[in-house]
């Protein structure tokens, strides 16, 4: 079964830098990593998880939260299977556990529960 794994999480000051990554393994023909949707979620505590960003690996097609747009950066390597997210100039809001998640059906812009696979996350601590 699908499998995707979060790493590149950390605890920086205000402004600074982190490149997440999720690497997705267990891919089959029904789900091929150069044309499924995979976004990055967040969940601070106490907050309902959110979508950051979110890419249509099989075309330029990218989604961007309000509150991360000019900061974040998502990107894909379909050779590798991997995703990442780029996080620059980071705020404290910005904090909490960053998820991967992918489906095959999903759109850019869906909600979290529109996506069947997920990572166990990555914490981010912006202070």
């Known amino acids: 079964h699908v499998q995707l794994v979060e790493s590149g999480g950390g605890s920086v000051q205000v402004g600074g830098s982190l490149r997440l990554s999720c690497v997705a393994s267990?891919?089959?023909?029904?789900?091929?990593?150069?044309?499924?949707?995979i976004g990055w979620f967040r969940q601070a505590p106490g907050k309902a998880r959110e979508g950051v960003a979110a890419i249509y690996t099989g075309a330029d097609n990218t989604f961007y939260a309000d509150s991360v747009k000019g900061r974040f950066t998502i990107s894909a390597d379909n050779a590798g299977d991997t995703l990442y997210l780029q996080m620059d100039n980071l705020e404290p809001e910005d904090t909490g556990m960053y998820f991967c998640a992918a489906d095959a059906l999903a759109g850019i812009q869906d909600p979290p529960s529109h996506f069947s696979h997920w990572g166990h996350g990555t914490q981010v601590t912006v202070s």
């Open positions: 267990g891919l089959t023909d029904g789900f091929r990593f150069d044309s499924r949707c």
